[in-house]
């Protein structure tokens, strides 16, 4: 199983990225996946969630700001992360879940303020 996040970058506040995460090794459309982050000197805390059947969560700090989205012809889920903030800068994680977690090996996303 591997998941590879790509996208990552500096930015500075209020710009966009967009963060993609390549799955392979797993039947993709079965998965709930997840977008972790984790700050310097922080837990690790969830972003984001998608369930196979395209349902989503958010945690609060990034509702309305960020949209999590898939693509299971291509394996691939997607963070578009807008208006950013400094409080946004950490390393950014793809997960997959079924009965087992899989989990990339992050991105690294800063923002300037």
């Known amino acids: 199983v591997q998941l590879v996040e790509s996208g990552g970058g500096l930015v500075q506040a209020g710009k966009s990225l967009r963060l993609s995460c390549a799955a392979s090794g797993i039947i993709f459309s079965d998965y709930t996946m997840h977008w972790y982050r984790q700050a310097p000197g922080e837990q690790r805390e969830l972003v984001a969630t998608i369930e196979p059947a395209g349902t989503t969560t958010y945690a609060d700090p990034v509702k309305g700001r960020f949209t999590i989205s898939r693509d299971n012809a291509k394996e691939t889920v997607y963070l578009q992360m807008n208006s950013l903030k400094a409080e946004d800068t950490a390393v950014y994680y793809c997960?997959?879940?079924?009965?087992?977690?899989?989990w990339g090996q992050g991105t690294q996303v800063t923002v300037s303020s």
């Open positions: 997960n997959a879940h079924l009965m087992f977690r899989y």
